[in-house]
């Protein structure tokens, strides 16, 4: 669409140094509007008269100890004839502040409760010199822009996301994690709406009086209070059937602890409410049924099935998406963000659930280990029994794959896509070497303080074996194939026989001491969907990254015509607009083509583009990223050991390591790094030259003195011993 009716682009300003989370348009000057922002300021923003499509900053506010999250203009009076600006920040505070100063005119210090702090999350104005606050606490309250709070209102049971005034300026409406919409009368909350999903994220009033609410499901209801526009008898069924249906954990604060032996039966159900909105719990069966009183119908309306309850018979496990599971947590990944469901068992890996956690709600793999870290510490102590054996598929249940455990399929390194061979500090390591001469990389010869060698006898460079990402459960990666090939676009969905191909070569090439040979048509089918949508196409990718350490496998794929194919499309996944999981996957899979002589033999003929590609990635802030990347430089520098002529490949190996240091923090890939150094200075005086042109010796002085893990710091003084 163009033309005087469409929106373009006016200007793209730089407005702060970390996410904007609130706009408000400013009553003055004419044209303005303030941002607030993660980087815990609230900024002004003015129309430039001399050009006419740009905003210019006329005001810097702070007062904020953590990130500011919502924003609410009060309007001029005649104290504060420019208005004011109220601001709500994740240190549970209410800034005010004026145009005339950048420091707040008061600090609210409501939202706290004893023992922690809750931020607040929604402000809405009543008058130029009144607005309501909403908060993680459960609390809304109503203030005085000088800082007094006027009154607390209470009855929602967990936290409270959204608000919105009614046009008399004293009534309102909220919403929140309690999976209710509440209309507030007088002071008192006069009517309470459940909804059928768990965070109800937004509400606004419309010019006629209605009111819309936004919530998890995607669903968007609106309600009224006008008889002609009530919905179909039909749909009003709809909706309670719906509401019927859900599912309620008394985990989340909403009913408090159920005893099943003590609740009454159906019959409880014969007496009227009290109130609109009360709540009411039956046993009907050895099931909890959860009711609430509609004063308009006259009627108790079932709102849900509850589960979790205590009693003899239940196992306190929680029903979560027609699953049973110990836990199910509301994890707050980005810092007092909105709560997100993350169902747990105690037989689960936590960092292949914090995986799939992050995967499924489309965050970031740099909160990894932040979420499973979070289920770690919330689950020591508890020694809950397995998951029920009906659980049958490998992401939940006693079957699947446990950290630790043990089991046939040994080997697969560093990634949280298939089970716990990912980087951990101090744990296992993230790849292996193809021999088994020992080495520090993996295992039980691996390098520690307390069994190291002295300084005159070098076990970590030059490394010229290679190191693999070897390690793989393929019970995860076959369940999680199935999965998204049932969700695959019609036109890329693999028939059963494709999925048979795949499956029979995954198992095939992950047990190396198997006799039997992949056949053409399961090569084929493999190269076919590593062309999957990009999306979902990591467990192929994944099944690839094993396959190539196959000798048939390897030569099908990395020799001729064929390599080079390969070769591009890995690069193709690795572009720095890609996604993580691809790339990552990409990395080790030509990590793993070292394996075999072609692969050998095609890395080395395409070095250039593919360490050129590799180390553009070293700016994703991803460690698995960062180790792969850090192996690929190893194994490049392993093949180029003792080949003086090859500077020009061994000064590209010397740039990538160099830069690549300037930015990884990961101690796994720095120590794989200094290896890569080590074995690409060692024995070549032109290459020692090279490196300390580079700057080399002073650029990694400072990992001499790392003791955690010791053998970064004992590589790091032997490289510096070699560069002398």
């Not at 904007?20 to 607030?36: I, K, M, Q």
């Not at 002004?44 to 100890?65: A, D, K, L």
């Not at 604060?253 to 009454?264: A, H, R, S, T, Y």
């Not at 200075?681 to 030259?689: F, H, I, L």
């Amino acid at each position: 669409m163009s033309g005087s009716n469409s929106y373009r682009l006016r200007c793209s300003l730089a407005a702060h140094e970390m996410d904007v989370r609130g706009l408000a348009a400013v009553a003055f000057p004419d044209g303005a509007f303030v941002s607030v922002s993660r980087d815990r300021t609230a900024r002004v923003w003015v129309p430039n008269p001399s050009e006419n499509q740009v905003f210019t900053e006329m005001h810097c506010m702070n007062g904020h100890s953590n990130f500011v999250s919502c924003v609410c203009i009060l309007a001029p009076n005649e104290t504060y004839p420019r208005g004011l600006i109220a601001t709500g920040g994740h240190d549970n505070n209410i800034c005010v502040f004026s145009l005339d100063r950048p420091d707040p005119l008061f600090t609210l210090k409501g939202h706290t409760n004893t023992g922690h702090e809750d931020c607040v999350r929604g402000l809405a104005v009543i008058n130029e010199v009144e607005f309501f606050s909403c908060s993680n606490d459960a609390s809304i309250r109503r203030w005085m822009v000088t800082g007094e709070c006027v009154q607390v209102y209470s009855g929602h049971t967990n936290y409270i996301y959204s608000l919105a005034v009614f046009p008399n300026g004293q009534d309102f409406i909220s919403t929140g994690e309690d999976r209710t919409l509440r209309v507030w009368r007088k002071g008192e909350c006069s009517q309470t709406i459940r909804l059928p999903a768990q965070s109800v994220w937004c509400c606004c009033i419309l010019p006629d009086g209605d009111i819309a609410v936004g919530a998890s499901d995607g669903v968007i209801r609106v309600f009224t209070e006008s008889e002609e526009r009530v919905a179909s008898a039909q749909d009003l069924q709809a909706f309670e059937d719906e509401l019927s249906k859900a599912i309620i954990d008394p985990k989340t604060g909403d009913l408090g602890d159920i005893k099943i032996e003590d609740l009454p039966g159906r019959e409880h159900l014969n007496e009227p409410g009290n109130r609109d909105g009360q709540t009411r719990l039956i046993k009907e069966g050895s099931n909890v049924e959860a009711y609430q009183w509609s004063v308009s119908d006259g009627r108790w309306v079932k709102i849900g099935d509850v589960v979790g309850g205590s009693s003899q018979q239940n196992s306190k496990r929680v029903m979560y998406e027609g699953k049973e599971y110990d836990f199910v947590f509301s994890i707050d990944v980005n810092e007092g963000g909105p709560g997100l469901k993350l169902p747990y068992n105690m037989t689960d890996d936590p960092w292949l659930t914090a995986h799939n956690f992050l995967e499924k709600n489309d965050l970031s793999p740099m909160f990894l280990d932040q979420v499973a870290n979070f289920i770690i510490e919330n689950t020591k102590g508890h020694t809950l029994g397995p998951a029920p054996a009906s659980a049958t598929d490998p992401f939940t249940g006693a079957g699947r794959y446990i950290p630790g455990s043990g089991g046939d399929d040994q080997g697969f390194g560093a990634d949280p896509f298939t089970g716990a061979g990912r980087y951990i500090p101090g744990s296992e390591s993230t790849g292996t070497v193809s021999s088994g001469r020992a080495d520090p990389f993996t295992g039980g010869s691996a390098y520690s303080s307390s069994s190291a060698p002295k300084a005159t006898t070098n076990i970590f460079f030059p490394n010229m074996d290679g190191v693999m990402f070897e390690q793989a459960n393929t019970t995860q990666i076959l369940g999680k194939l199935r999965e998204l090939n049932s969700t695959a676009p019609a036109d890329r969905k693999l028939s059963d026989a494709a999925l048979d191909c795949l499956e029979k070569l995954l198992l095939l090439v992950a047990d190396q001491k198997s006799p039997a040979q992949p056949t053409a048509e399961q090569i084929s089918v493999l190269w076919r969907t590593s062309h999957w949508p990009e999306d979902i196409v990591f467990p192929v990718l994944d099944i690839l990254r094993l396959a190539v350490r196959h000798p048939e496998v390897n030569a099908q794929l990395c020799g001729g015509t064929e390599g080079a194919s390969l070769c591009n499309h890995l690069l193709g996944l690795m572009s720095p607009e890609g996604r993580p999981a691809n790339q990552m996957l990409a990395l080790r899979t030509l990590c793993n083509c070292f394996s075999g002589s072609h692969g050998r033999a095609l890395l080395l003929g395409q070095r250039d583009a593919v360490l050129s590609r590799a180390g553009d990635l070293r700016v994703v802030s991803n460690k698995n990223i960062h180790v792969a990347l850090a192996t690929l430089v190893l194994n490049y520098a392993g093949r180029l050991y003792g080949q003086p002529t090859e500077i020009e490949a061994k000064a590209q190996c010397l740039s990538v390591a160099s830069t690549t240091l300037e930015v990884v923090h990961d101690k796994e890939a720095v120590f794989r790094l200094l290896v890569a150094l080590g074995t690409t200075v060692a024995g070549d005086s032109t290459a020692k030259d090279l490196a300390r042109s580079l700057g080399v010796n002073s650029q990694i002085s400072k990992y001499a003195r790392v003791s955690d893990p010791a053998k970064v710091g004992e590589c790091c003084r032997l490289v510096l011993d070699e560069l002398q």
